[in-house]
């Protein structure tokens, strides 16, 4: 397994647990070969400020189970408008949704390609369809 395919593993993983938690708007961008310091970026949405908070210990929780890693650092946590939790390889961006549209990630990065994430079949359960593409 390459180092890449190792990093979309670690933002799939970060993504189901958002996912399991009722994060929205998930998106993981392949930023390789435009960002030095990481190879995937997870974005996701949370409404509320506990609720974003909920996702990022919901996050560290299962890449610490499931793959014995702990983030290099993290900010946000107490405001809960913005969380980062930069594991290296990937970077987690859960955000309220009113600071996700101000900070606009995907078009500062619109030139990154997508990594295919599916939402796990609980989905069709919690009636969540998201269009492809999201």
Request: glycine share 8%; no cysteine; hydrophobic share 45%.
């Amino acid at each position: 397994m390459t180092v890449v395919e190792q990093s979309e593993d670690l933002g799939r993983g970060a993504a189901d647990a958002i996912f399991s938690k009722k994060g929205v708007d998930i998106a993981l961008l392949d930023v390789e070969d435009l960002f030095v310091l990481s190879d995937v970026f997870v974005i996701a949405t949370g409404t509320s400020r506990p609720h974003v908070q909920a996702l990022a210990e919901g996050v560290e929780e299962r890449l610490r189970e499931d793959f014995q890693l702990k983030p290099l650092r993290s900010e946000g946590k107490a405001e809960a408008e913005w969380i980062l939790l930069d594991y290296g390889d990937i970077i987690v961006h859960l955000f309220q949704a009113s600071a996700r549209e101000y900070y606009g990630l995907e078009r500062l990065w619109a030139d990154a390609p997508k990594v295919k994430w599916d939402e796990p079949a609980e989905a069709e359960s919690r009636g969540l369809g998201v269009a492809e593409g999201q």
